[in-house]
Structure formats: structure tokens, C-alpha cells
């Protein structure tokens, strides 16, 4: 089987079906979802530390492209979270000193449950973490930093289809949360703006109803981008069938946090049927030896 070349992050969707961690016993949607709430830690920490949204973004596709090659068996997501918002902001040139960055991180990463001022011992442990988890996450990356984000193609598109500024607005947001997902391995950036767009259109009120109107029922705009609508639709599905998912997650962490008798939230990271009650997480301290990098899948025949 031929392997792909380092920095070819490229892939079919079929090949989420034999990513590390489904290979140590993950299924699909519960990669999808460990992954999607590692995003959420990082759009959340984002915005407590008023970082650039594409920060944030760059730190997503890290993520994604990170777990591509190591299991989540090996590190835990929300370790992985933390390391790849940190290395983006200095990626992207918006840094933040581990003395502000990481209480922010205990923060989110316990629900609110756990303080980590400089000094103390979990402040140490995420400090640690992080700066050796860092060195393994620029080896997965193979040093590769560049990243073409959806953002600046939905700004093309808003100025190409001239846009309401609120329906501009709503597929932004759309787009944070595409890139909860491994979207942004699967699909071109122009894609994932376009599903946005689509996206936005679908849930618009009646403030836009024109504008709405027009994008869904003629949708030769989409073929004028250079993008396959199939590619579109298929981003839609995937986000909408995410979304159910993910609520029917949210409810049976519920059930079974009331039926524990904890009132916490329950964390659901472990399938989209099952969950474990998690309060609080905090790491444990990383060996120094780093594992060794799963082989990429090889490229299909399918790719987008």
C-alpha cells in the first residue's frame, strides 16, 4: 500500500474510517464528537483570550490533521486542544504567555471546576503538557503551518453575490462550526464557504428571505465557484447530521448524569449512545518519550 507524501492533508471522507484511533477501538462518531469537543475547548479558550478568529480556526486544522496520524488512545483531546490553540498563537503571530493562557485553559477544560494560578501543581502539569506535546504535534504536522482557511472564499462570496451583511454573518458562524469537524481534511476551503452559505440560507429569517430565496433555489452559483455541488450537499448532510448527533449526546449525558445522581455535565466524548460522567479533567504528566506517528492513510480514489 503506498503511503502519502508528509504533508499531503487531503482525504476522502471513507479514510475517517481508518483513522488511528478507529484503529485502537474508537468508532467513527465518537471520533467525531472527542474531536469536536476538543474544538469547542479551543473556540472557547479563544474567546476568553480574545484571540483572532483565525487563530483559533488554524488551531482546528491542527487538530484534525494531528489525529490523523496519532490516536486519541494516546492523547487525550483536550491535551491536544491546548497544545494546538497555544501553537497557533504564535503561528499566527497572536501570542499569549502560558501564565494567562493556561488558567484559561483549566478553565474550560474542567467545566469550570478547577483554578490553575502560576505556582501550583496543575498549573505545572498543563505547562508540561504542553510544551512536550508540542514537539509531537510539529512532527505530525511535519512542520507544515500553512493553512488556507474557508473564511477569506466566504468573503469573495459575500462580495460576488452581494450578500446581506446578517447572512454573511450567519455563515460565518457556520463555518466555526465546520471546523469542528474534519471537514477542513476532506473538503477545499471554497466548499466549506459555499455549505456555509447554503447553511445560513437554510435557517435565515425574514429579514433576508430574498437573498435566501435566491441562493436555494438557483444554485448555479455554487458551480460558478469552481466547486462540485455534491461536495456542497454532502457538507450540509454531514453538518446537519452532526448537529442531531451531537444533541442526542447532550440528552443522554443527561439521562445519565440524573440517573448517577450528579448534577454536572456529563462528558460524551466516549460515544454518541453512551457517556461517562467527567466534572473535571486534568492531565497527567507525559512520558518524554513521544509514540511514533501512524503511517497516513493512503490517498482514494474519491478524493475531493
Known sequence: MLERQCTDWQFAREDLKRTPSVSCGWTVEREELDRAKACSLIYSASRKLQLPQITSASACVYLHRFFMRHSL???????????????????????????????????????????????????????????????????ALCFDMVIDHPHAALIDLATTLHLPQRLTQMAWSFIADCMRLPLCIVHLPKAIACASVVLAAKVSSSEVADAAGR?????????????????????????????????????????????????????????AGASRTTPTYSPTTPSTASPIPHALPSPSSDLK
Open 73 to 139: 488512545k494516546e492523547y487525550h483531546h483536550y491535551n491536544i486542544a491546548a497544545t494546538c490553540l497555544f501553537f497557533a498563537c504564535k503561528a499566527e503571530e497572536s501570542l499569549r504567555k502560558l501564565e494567562n493562557f493556561i488558567p484559561v485553559i483549566v478553565y474550560y477544560a474542567s467545566k469550570g471546576n478547577r483554578r490553575a494560578p502560576p505556582g501550583t501543581s496543575e498549573f505545572e502539569k498543563w505547562r508540561t503538557v504542553i510544551l512536550r506535546t508540542e514537539v509531537v504535534l510539529l512532527q
Open 215 to 271: 441562493l436555494m433555489v438557483d444554485s448555479v452559483w455554487i458551480e460558478k465557484t469552481g466547486v462540485h455541488k455534491s461536495a456542497v450537499d454532502e457538507i450540509v448532510q454531514w453538518i446537519l447530521g452532526f448537529y442531531a448527533r451531537e444533541a442526542q449526546a447532550r440528552k443522554a449525558a443527561a439521562a445519565a448524569a440524573a440517573a448517577s445522581g450528579h448534577g454536572s455535565v456529563a462528558d460524551h466524548s466516549h460515544s
